[in-house]
T-cell receptor, first 111, second 118 residues
Framework: GEDVEQSLFLSVREGDSSVINCTYTDSSSTYLYWYKQEPGAGLQLLTYIFSNMDMKQDQRLTVLLNKKDKHLSLRIADTQTGDSAIYFCAERKDSNYQLIWGAGTKLIIKP | DTGVSQDPRHKITKRGQNVTFRCDPISEHNRLYWYRQTLGQGPEFLTY????????KSRLLSDRFSAERPKGSFSTLEIQRTEQGDSAMYLCASSLGLAGPTSSNIQYFGAGTRLSVL
């Protein structure tokens, strides 16, 4: 995951918004993804954004994309205890559809 | 067919033994990927297939590793002469790969096989 960077931890209070940030390096990536991983489970796709968009909203999730700065963020509104997980940002290499991953951000919910 | 399935979920082996993992993708998906994930890291790409053809292999895939997808459906990943450094979660994903960069080509993951080499 050396091409994609994320903070390792984020701690928020239940009910607040969580914002998880990611920077990537390949400006030609056409798709960027957010996946969620709970303990002992596989990777679950949360949402994705095409590079010609700057925002995508899906219920409590909002993705913002700044192509100029190669910055991607995931906002989770009204964070709940069930949102506790590791969140991975990934960019897609169009040459072979390989995903390049960040190291993941562990979201910790405080009561 | 509810998703990607991997077998076994856990494998404990002694150093030097061979192990084989299986992945059954979502049935209509033509692309299949193998990744490796170690603790505290994101997944690392190992290899991918389009139908039965193995199109790319990472330099992480040493000659002790081999993957097959004989009929373009399920795939196997074999590790020969396992080493302690092979201990990791091995993840399989599949996607419906349509031509062109505008295809979302979403990869759906199985729960993984956790390998422990003693």
């Amino acid at each position: 995951g050396e091409d994609v960077e994320q903070s390792l931890f984020l701690s928020v209070r239940e009910g607040d918004s969580s914002v998880i940030n990611c920077t990537y390096t390949d400006s030609s990536s056409t798709y960027l993804y957010w996946y969620k991983q709970e303990p002992g489970a596989g990777l679950q796709l949360l949402t994705y954004i095409f590079s010609n968009m700057d925002m995508k909203q899906d219920q409590r999730l909002t993705v913002l994309l700044n192509k100029k700065d190669k910055h991607l963020s995931l906002r989770i509104a009204d964070t709940q205890t069930g949102d506790s997980a590791i969140y991975f940002c990934a960019e897609r290499k169009d040459s072979n559809y390989q995903l390049i991953w960040g190291a993941g951000t562990k979201l910790i919910i405080k009561p | 067919d509810t998703g990607v399935s991997q077998d076994p979920r856990h494998k404990i082996t002694k150093r030097g033994q061979n192990v084989t993992f299986r992945c059954d993708p979502i049935s209509e998906h033509n692309r299949l990927y193998w990744y490796r994930q170690t603790l505290g890291q994101g997944p690392e790409f190992l290899t991918y297939f389009q139908n039965e053809a193995q199109l790319e292999k990472s330099r992480l895939l040493s000659d002790r590793f081999s993957a097959e997808r004989p009929k373009g459906s399920f795939s196997t990943l074999e590790i020969q002469r396992t080493e302690q450094g092979d201990s990791a979660m091995y993840l399989c994903a599949s996607s419906l790969g349509l031509a062109g960069p505008t295809s979302s080509n979403i990869q759906y993951f199985g729960a993984g096989t956790r390998l422990s080499v003693l």
